[in-house]
């Protein structure tokens, strides 16, 4: 038995379990919603989205979430509104916006000549190297996303239960909607620096799908979620701690091992019952 | 007093040819009115132009005395039931809950009384993934008199729906209207218009007919409003019956 407490010696350690958790409970909250309304391909495009935005705030030194989350929330709101006025699919112009976004940042990327350690670390992830300042910044993003889906959770829920009902009771759905994928934008950008551009969308996806699979009613599914999540994103830490594996891929290992586990334990159930 | 539903020369489309051409529609308080077509008719559109959802391209439509936007927080709409997402993980009480969001400054109803109007207590705390058809109707007519509307306009109600269960919708609609509240329901089922309704409102584009429903004993009414194949009339069923 390793001892538990010894990694926390180490401040960068810390620093990357209240990272990776700041990250689990922010993509609960808005991975409920990308589930429940069909949006897994619209988040991967977003987070791959947002690689310009990192790339160019790197290029002005400046912070790389503030510049990340630019970008998303942006391509984000792109896409919503070229899907309304163009009359193509949104899967169309989801397409369009996040390789053409990937492909700037590919572009620019190109084109720095420095130690470029820290980018790579946006598209694969770079907990460990979590500092202070992003943390707080990450912190009060946090506090805002949860924030705004606590206080529009009806608004936000009957919108996407019933546009038609909602929006015949006098609710604005479309700024709802904007609202919602603003947060997944918002969320997107802070999970970038903890598992990385590639693998962002397994966080929004992967804790909430599991909890679907079981939950009864949306409480249960929020608590269910959050707790998948939180306990991914710590298991996942010790286990790249005295493993030594790269920490964003072995968090987002955990959730997919914590799906499959589920999902054979619920059909298993079911293959009882039948 | 104004009338609850006042619509002249109203035209309206999605943008191409209009789906509704030229209609005159007067509903007054306390009325029950079945709105009959074939799909495509303009069923649901009429019923989203009185609701606000669409806007009409000529014509003026007056709803309580107000534009449309402005009386919405005291209209109730079904939507079609096939509209929602039945597979949330949401129980019947929290989609009853929803009728009182957008609505602040009305009295509402609790969501165990309004369940309790549709005699559905026992549902409360049921998930929404297990309703038949007409338990979905009937959660839906909960969470629409939740708010205790003026106006309200169900968009085919009685479809997938056993015919105890319509019974009892039409009792509580009944009821509603008894006590000087208007209602308007579009429908497919000419039996059930026959026996639950004294006036029908005949769409195809435009009003083909608007009145007593024994309008639906009438053949040239039936052809224009199901173009060259109309179903068998309701009185056909009946006559059936009798045999």
């Given at each position: 038995?390793?001892?538990?407490l010894e990694p926390l010696h180490y401040g960068f350690v810390i620093r990357a379990i209240v990272a990776a958790s700041i990250v689990a409970i922010v993509c609960a909250g808005v991975g409920i919603f990308v589930i429940l309304r069909g949006l897994a391909f619209l988040g991967d495009a977003i987070s791959h989205a947002a690689f310009p935005g990192v790339v160019i705030a790197f290029l002005l030194k400046t912070n790389l979430i503030i510049g990340g989350s630019i970008a998303a929330i942006g391509s984000a709101l792109a896409i919503g509104l070229i899907s309304r006025r163009s009359g193509l699919r949104e899967d169309a112009t989801i397409g369009v916006v996040f390789a053409g976004m990937f492909a700037l940042g590919v572009v620019l990327f190109g084109r720095i000549r420095t130690y470029t350690g820290d980018l790579l670390g946006i598209l694969l992830g770079d907990v460990l190297g979590v500092t202070e300042d992003q943390l707080v910044i990450a912190?009060?993003?946090a506090i805002v996303i949860v924030g705004a889906l606590w206080f529009f959770r009806r608004e936000l829920i009957f919108v996407s239960f019933d546009p038609t009902g909602a929006a015949a009771a006098g609710l604005p759905v479309l700024?709802?909607?904007?609202?919602l994928l603003g947060l997944i934008g918002l969320a997107i950008a802070v999970s970038v620096q903890v598992v990385g551009i590639v693998l962002v969308v397994a966080m929004l996806v992967t804790p909430?799908?599991?909890a679907r699979l079981i939950a009864r009613d949306l409480p249960e599914m929020v608590r269910l979620t959050v707790g998948f999540g939180l306990v991914s994103a710590v298991a996942g830490m010790y286990v790249s701690y005295y493993v030594n594996t790269a920490s964003g891929g072995t968090i987002v290992l955990v959730a997919t091992l914590f799906f499959a586990l589920t999902w054979l334990a619920r059909s298993a159930r079911r293959g009882r019952t039948r | 007093m104004a009338l609850p539903i006042d619509i002249a020369r109203m035209s309206v489309?999605?943008?191409?040819?209009p789906v509704l051409t030229d209609v005159d529609l007067a509903v007054r308080e306390g009325e029950l009115v079945a709105l009959v077509g074939a799909n495509g008719a303009g069923k649901s559109?009429?019923?989203?132009v009185i609701v606000g959802l669409l806007s009409p391209s000529t014509g003026t439509v007056r709803v309580l005395g107000t534009e449309p936007r402005l009386a919405a927080p005291r209209i109730a709409y079904l939507p079609q039931a096939e509209e929602l997402r039945w597979d949330y993980p949401l129980r019947v009480e929290d989609v009853v809950a929803m009728g009182r969001i957008g609505r602040s400054g009305t009295v509402t109803l609790g969501t165990n009384e309004a369940l309790a109007r549709v005699s559905a207590t026992d549902l409360a705390k049921r998930p929404i993934s297990a309703l038949s058809g007409g338990q979905r109707q009937r959660v839906l007519l909960a969470r629409a008199l939740v708010s205790q509307p003026e106006l309200l306009l169900l968009d085919e109600p009685a479809t997938g729906v056993d015919p105890a269960t319509e019974e009892q919708l039409m009792e509580v609609l009944?009821?509603?209207a008894s006590t000087g509240r208007t209602v308007l329901v579009s429908t497919h089922d000419l039996a059930g218009v026959v026996a639950h309704f004294r006036r029908v409102v005949c769409l195809n584009g435009r009003i083909v007919a608007d009145g007593d429903v024994?309008?639906?004993?009438d053949d040239r009414v039936l052809r224009e409003t199901y173009g060259g194949h109309p179903p068998a009339g309701p009185f056909d069923y009946a006559d059936e019956h009798h045999a």
């Open positions: 038995m390793p001892d538990l912190a009060f993003a700024r709802y909607d904007a609202l909430a799908a599991t | 489309g999605y943008g191409g040819p559109t009429l019923l989203k009944r009821e509603i024994s309008l639906l004993r």
